[in-house]
């Protein structure tokens, strides 16, 4: 640090508390003066910046409408219907789109195929659904839009930050794998592009490694029909990217979104390595 200091922004919590910090009686503390330093330093240059309340407005006025509640139109969730019941009682899970045509490679076939004989899978219960399967789940769920992100709120109850705040990933020391790794955006028009890395492996399709980069273009079609195309690079574990485009149409009928648990009232215990139902 140079040793110069700048007068904090009218605003600015990260530079106001600074100031505070390194200047006046606090500044006698070694530790307050580390603590500012510290907090300077962590605060993303997005967190820094100070935007008028006149431009913020100009901002949100040019974001797109996606109100309303969304579910995947694939032919498969959006049969299960909101009650999770198809009208044959019977789902077909292979036809889903993040499921059919992804190019893997031998070593991921394998690993696949040593799964599927594994008597884990006939145990085991999903709840919640990680990145990507979460953009083909039987949840609806709809989006929050910001200038500063876009918030995907699904009725499982998990949510997606895409931050467009012009931020970038964090450092690798920063960062670590989760469900739903860390997501970066911007606005290409009224299409949101996003960059999203560090998705922790899973259960659910498709299978790829921690290195997996996901890139997505998220637009409107039509008033009712929203379409994600998702681009998957994983060498690791594809021969080559798969593109994939999920189509989502809108829910008529339904003026708010009800955030379910699957663990509620479950009459599926696991008994002798085997699920069971228990009578109501």
Not at 72 to 85: I, S, Y
Not at 166 to 192: I, Y
Request: charged share 20%.
């Amino acid at each position: 640090m140079s040793g110069q200091r700048t007068a904090p922004r009218s605003g600015d919590a990260s530079g106001c508390v600074a100031a505070l910090l390194t200047s006046g009686p606090l500044a006698r503390s070694a530790g307050a003066a580390l603590l500012a330093a510290a907090l300077l330093a962590a605060a993303p240059a997005p967190a820094l910046a100070q935007v008028s309340d006149e431009a913020r407005v100009r901002a949100f006025a040019a974001l797109p409408n996606w109100t309303g509640i969304w579910i995947a139109a694939d032919g498969v969730m959006n049969d299960l219907g909101l009650n999770g019941r198809g009208p044959t009682g019977v789902t077909d899970f292979a036809k889903l789109l993040l499921v059919r045509g992804v190019p893997y490679n031998a070593e991921t076939e394998a690993k696949i195929a040593a799964r599927a004989n594994s008597n884990d899978r006939a145990t085991a219960k999903e709840c919640g659904f990680p990145f990507p399967f979460v953009m083909e789940s039987p949840w609806p769920f709809e989006f929050l839009i910001t200038p500063e992100e876009t918030a995907m709120i699904v009725a499982g109850r998990e949510i997606r930050h895409i931050y467009t705040d012009g931020r970038a990933h964090p450092k690798a020391e920063d960062l670590w794998p989760t469900p739903w790794g860390d997501s970066v955006g911007r606005w290409d028009g009224h299409t949101l592009v996003v960059d999203t890395i560090a998705v922790q492996p899973g259960t659910l399709p498709p299978v790829v490694t921690e290195q997996a980069h996901f890139t997505e273009r998220i637009r409107m079609t039509s008033p009712d029909r929203i379409e994600d195309e998702i681009t998957i690079d994983d060498p690791a574990a594809l021969t080559r990217p798969f593109t994939v485009t999920i189509p989502y149409e809108r829910v008529p009928g339904l003026d708010r979104l009800v955030h379910g648990d699957c663990r509620e009232n479950d009459r599926n215990p696991v008994v002798d390595g085997k699920i069971t139902i228990t009578p109501p």
